[in-house]
Every structure is written in C-alpha cells, then in structure tokens.
C-alpha cells in the first residue's frame, strides 16, 4: 500500500506540475497579472519522506539486511527519525486505534489524506525472495507471456546473491523512476474544448 500511494503521489504532483504550468503560461500569454505558483510543490514534503534518505522506504530496505533485525525494530528507528520531527508524519493517539484489531504504528499525511500504516511483516514482504527453482520454472514455460516476464530474472550463485538483493520497495522506485523519466521526456500539450451552442426550441426532439 504504502508503494501504491507513494506512486500516487509521483503522479500527482506530475499532473498538477504539468496542468498548472500550462494553465499559467497561457495566463500570461492573455495578459493576466498572475503571480507564479508551482503546485507541484504541495506534494514534495511527502515524497521525499517516503523515498529520500532516512526516509520510510529506504530505511526498511536497511533494515532488511540486519539478520536480527524485526517489524519492531524497524518501527522504533522510523518514529524515532520522524516522529515529531517531520510534518507529514504523526503516531496515532490511543484512543484513535482503541478497538482495532491491526492497528497503525503511524500516519503519512499524503496529498489525497492521512493513512494509517501497521508495520507488521513488512520486512519479510520486502525481501520477498523468490525460490531459484520457481524463477527458473517460469523462465522456461511454455507460455511465452509467463517466459517474457522472468527472462530477465536469472538466479544468483552464492557469490553474487549479496550484489544482486533488490527489495521490493528497490524494485518499486527503480520502476517507479523510469515511468516518471519517460513521462518527463514527453512534450505536454494543453487542448481546450468549447461547447458548440446547442439551440433547444419547444416540441423538436434533438436526439437521433
């Protein structure tokens, strides 16, 4: 979830960076005093949170690699880097997760609202290795779509297995970095549609 919604808010901010840009210089262009606001801005704070150094992301991803380490351990080091300390982060009162049965460890105030997030197995999802015999099982069947998907998943020997541990949320950023290099490579382009005056008159059926 908490991969989704950091992609969410990539996106987000792609969006209102691009749109209101756009939006503005054509301001300018009609002659209208408007002072430069840039609204992809709104959504930094909560990004870097989740992916820049010290960061929630990168700080599983180190976690991960400690052999005692735990969802406990892990979740002490976030709250004691950010709780506080950050403005989009917060812990959640007692009395906000009285009753539940998984409740959140913290809050990430992201763009769309505030999410609640419960830590437990986070280590082990993100490690998520995958058995070498099954990589190599899907490499070679006979369903060319299911082979295309894992071509390039190649099973380390022992030697190389340290050099080749990507996470998932590693695996996430990378895919997520090359989306939005590829979205920023393009040229955006604004289009506005008017309506066409549509005359309506007594007892003449418009519809065909």
Known sequence: QLCINLTNERLQQFFNHHMFILEQEE?????????????????????????????????????????????????????????????????????????????????????????????????????????????????KSAMPFMATLFEDCVPAGPKDRKKTFQTMAMMHRKSLNALMAMLNSKQWYQRRVRATPNPRRPLKNNCN
């Open 27 to 139: 301001y300018k262009k009609e002659g209208i005093v408007w002072q430069f606001i840039d609204f992809g801005l709104d959504l930094e704070e909560s990004i870097d949170l989740m992916e820049k150094p010290m960061g929630i992301l990168p700080m599983l991803d180190e976690e991960c690699v400690f052999p005692k380490a735990t969802d406990m351990t892990y979740k002490d080091k976030v709250l004691a880097q950010h709780n506080k300390k950050h403005p989009k982060f917060s812990v959640p009162s007692m009395k906000e997760v009285k009753g539940m049965e998984h409740p959140p460890h913290f809050n990430i105030h992201h763009y769309a609202g505030v999410v609640g997030y419960n830590v437990e197995d986070w280590l082990t999802k993100n490690a998520d290795p995958l058995n070498e015999n099954c990589l190599d099982l899907f490499r």
